[in-house]
C-alpha cells in the first residue's frame, strides 16, 4: 500500500488549496478514505471521510463549511478542496486508508497559512 500526499504550500488568509493523495496497493475504489492533520506540538486530527462508491462524506464540524474531500476512482486519487484557509489550518495533511486490518499514511504534505 502506497499513499502519496501532494499540493500543500503557503497560502495567504482566506486562499484556497487542492490537497491530492495518490493510492496503490489496494483497491481504490471500495475503501473508505480519509484526510488528516497534524499541528506542531497537536495530536493528529481527523478532518474527513470519504466512503466507499457511493462517495458519502463526513466531516469535522469546523471545517465542513470550508473542505471539500472527493475521491476519483478511476485514478486512484483522493483529493481535499480547502476554502478560506485560515492560519490555524496550518500542518501538515495526510490522507489515510485501513485494507486489511491495517492502518496506512502517507508521508504528509506541508500546509502553511500566512500572510
Known amino acids: 500500500v502506497q499513499l502519496v500526499e501532494s499540493g500543500g504550500g503557503l497560502v495567504q488568509p482566506g486562499g484556497s488549496l487542492t490537497l491530492s493523495c495518490a493510492a496503490s496497493g489496494f483497491t481504490f475504489s471500495t475503501a473508505a478514505m480519509k484526510w488528516y492533520r497534524q499541528a506542531p506540538g497537536k495530536e493528529r486530527e481527523w478532518l474527513a471521510t470519504?466512503?466507499?462508491?457511493?462517495?458519502?462524506?463526513l466531516y469535522l464540524p469546523s471545517v465542513k463549511d470550508r473542505f471539500t474531500i472527493s475521491r476519483d476512482n478511476a485514478k486512484n486519487t483522493l483529493t481535499l478542496q480547502m476554502n478560506n484557509l485560515e492560519p490555524g489550518d496550518s500542518a501538515v495533511y495526510f490522507c489515510?486508508?485501513?485494507?486489511?486490518?491495517?492502518?496506512?499514511w502517507g508521508q504528509g504534505t506541508q500546509v502553511t497559512v500566512s500572510s
Open positions: 470519504i466512503r466507499d462508491v457511493a462517495g458519502n462524506t
Open positions: 489515510n486508508v485501513w485494507t486489511s486490518g491495517l492502518g496506512y
